[in-house]
């Protein structure tokens, strides 16, 4: 093996969390850092020409080659998990920027709540109203904590939207329930679409507070506080699985890479797979790693940090035999413990009879109302816990992914009367999606599979999951919600969401996986603490939505990102001066 000259930081992933660590250390301090991406080099000039649906929406082009490495799922542990062939439920991102390159931008905090859910559920329900099977924790770190670090990641993606609570004062037309801002959104709300329009309408005749969807595409020509300047969206509707041609979507190569090209003490090394992280005697030595040339490679650091995304986290952890996995039948155990998904349906699907306008869009052009999250409504009526966002998001639709949805009434699903009705729909569809909080269950977990392997030889990791009656009784209420505002928009016919039933992974669910390396209070209950560093490893960060005890119900990015700038500052400000267990 090739052992290579040490430097003083070495990160394993190129996304979001992986490229901002960098920036932070290479821009503030004088440490030498490598990032270590194992996907392709890439830049923001790439996509300039690349509006290909087949390839990128279908095909899939910017994701983890499924050929080289994928996970194996299985719902419960009696059963035997089998690998997942063809991506369906989620989209692993691959190459420099990660899956911050084709993300939508959907931008949210997350509630007060959602910090201490373990205690706010105690509190408000009683203990006995949880799930007998529940893993819930509290997070040990409040919203009151993180609001500069929401501040800061906002302003750097430039995220536009509408605030609805700023320090304190409710403001209508923004999010009513969200906690206190201190600050309004760094750029205003996108322009609405017409199908956000009407659900906007619809949802305030019902009484319901409708606001823009917060989203990291930028509305209007931005420069953020570190200087970097892109252009407003213009609504092209290749956004979600696609680059933005124009640099208007926030994504790590035109909002971070522009600070680390050309510094002397950044490198970033393309095609490099890490397969295992090396420590001894309680301290990481380096990583090791396969080289786009297929040497093996061994990078030492006097500090590792992991940014490879919730599973790549939690299988690189186990791989590398840091920390004792999880064992569900004991309880015992932390490395893999916690795995959330999100719960996202489309809610209800409406037929209009009229043009929608729906070629038009960016991945998170909308509406949303908040009157359903958390504890915004009486649960008297609702027989689960928690809650999440009703939306129409108008990400532009596209000829092959959105074509061929019909209205139950219309009897054919093949011929001429099909291609006739498919036509005319095509332009008269409108969705309002559901997105809601998945509940942390002791049997939901990830370990290494003992029969698959990856091309390389290594185990691949296994997915025990599945939904529980809570998350199935929160799609159905949300449906039914759902239908009444297609109902109040004019829609002529409707189709609910048939319903959760299995965890099923040909559907597409989002990208937004949680947990296998959860931070908490101690080491008996977490991976990591509360700055992402490993309890055990006190030189090893685990980076990303790895950490989150449990999935709250909005999108994950927006929070996984401010929790790395928390990091940043407690490495550069504390750790640095004295290497140990921060605290
Ligand atoms: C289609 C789509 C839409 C989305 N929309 C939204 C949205 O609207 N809002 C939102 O909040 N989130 C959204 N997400 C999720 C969001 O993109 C992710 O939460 C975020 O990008 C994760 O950042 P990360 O840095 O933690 O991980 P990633 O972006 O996944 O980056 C990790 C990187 O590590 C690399 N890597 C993995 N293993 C290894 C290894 N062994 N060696 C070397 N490198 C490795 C990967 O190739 C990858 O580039 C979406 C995701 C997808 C796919
Ligand atoms: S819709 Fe806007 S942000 Fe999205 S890719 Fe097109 S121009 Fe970029």
């Not at 959907?106 to 799930?131: M, T």
């Not at 199908?195 to 409708?210: D, V």
Request: with cysteine; proline share 6%.
């Amino acid at each position: 093996m090739k052992r290579l000259a040490p430097v003083d930081a070495v990160i394993v992933g190129g996304g979001w969390n992986g490229l901002l660590m960098a920036s932070e250390l290479t821009r503030r301090t004088g440490l030498s850092v490598v990032v270590l991406e194992r996907g392709e080099a890439r830049k923001t000039q790439d996509y300039a020409a690349g509006m290909d649906e087949l390839d990128y929406g279908i095909r899939l082009r910017m994701m983890q080659a499924i050929r080289d490495e994928t996970v194996t799922l299985r719902h419960q542990t009696r059963e035997r998990a089998l690998p997942i062939r063809q991506y369906g439920s989620f989209l692993p991102g691959s190459g420099v920027g990660g899956a911050g390159e084709h993300w939508s931008g959907i931008s949210y905090r997350y509630q007060p709540r959602d910090f201490r859910l373990l205690s706010h559920l105690c509190e408000k329900y009683g203990a006995r109203s949880l799930p007998p099977d529940h893993a819930l924790a509290d997070w040990p770190v409040t919203y009151d904590e993180l609001e500069p670090y929401y501040d800061r990641t906002e302003k750097m993606m430039g995220v536009s939207g509408k605030a609805g609570n700023l320090r304190g004062k409710r403001i209508e037309g923004g999010n009513i329930f969200e906690g206190p801002r201190s600050a309004e959104y760094p750029t205003p709300p996108m322009k609405s679409p017409y199908l956000a329009a009407l659900f906007g309408e619809a949802a305030r005749k019902l009484g319901y507070h409708p606001y823009p969807l917060p989203a990291a595409t930028t509305s209007v020509d931005y420069t953020n506080p570190d200087g970097v300047s892109r252009a407003g969206c213009s609504f092209c509707g290749y956004c979600e699985r696609f680059g933005c041609m124009i640099g208007a979507k926030s994504q790590p190569t035109n909002t971070l890479m522009p600070l680390l090209r050309g510094k002397k003490k950044f490198e970033l090394r393309a095609g490099a797979w890490v397969r295992r992280i090396i420590a001894k005697d309680g301290q990481a030595q380096g990583v090791n790693y396969v080289d786009s040339k297929g040497e093996e490679v061994f990078q030492p650091a006097t500090m590792v940090f992991l940014a490879s995304w919730t599973l790549n986290n939690t299988r690189l952890l186990l791989l590398s035999q840091i920390g004792e996995p999880y064992d569900p039948a004991s309880g015992k155990g932390v490395v893999g413990r916690g795995l959330t998904h999100q719960v996202s349906t489309a809610a209800a699907t409406a037929f209009f009879d009229k043009p929608l306008n729906r070629f038009m869009g960016a991945g998170s052009a909308g509406t949303a109302i908040g009157d359903f999250d958390g504890d915004a409504f009486d649960h008297a009526e609702a027989n689960f816990l928690g809650g999440g966002t009703l939306y129409t998001v108008c990400y532009g639709f596209r000829p092959m992914a959105n074509f061929g949805v019909v209205p139950a009434s219309v009897r054919s699903r093949w011929g001429r009367e099909w291609k006739k009705s498919a036509l005319e729909f095509y332009d008269r569809t409108g969705r309002i999606s559901f997105y809601g909080e998945h509940l942390a269950y002791r049997q939901n977990y990830m370990d290494l599979d003992p029969t698959y392997k990856d091309h390389l030889g290594d185990p691949l990791l296994r997915l025990t999951l599945d939904w529980q009656d809570n998350e199935r009784r929160m799609a159905s209420f949300m449906s039914g919600k759902a239908v009444e505002i297609a109902r109040a928009m004019g829609a002529q016919e409707i189709t609910r969401f048939p319903g959760l039933g299995r965890y099923d992974t040909t559907r597409y669910q989002s990208t937004h996986l949680q947990g296998g390396a959860i931070m908490g209070a101690n080491e008996t209950e977490s991976v990591v603490n509360w700055y992402l560093q490993h309890w055990r490893v006190p030189n090893l960060f685990v980076l990303g939505a790895s950490a989150f005890p449990q999935n709250p119900s909005g999108n994950p990015t927006l929070t996984a990102v401010a929790l790395t700038y928390r990091t940043a500052d407690a490495v550069i400000d504390r750790y640095l001066k004295h290497p140990g267990t921060l605290v």
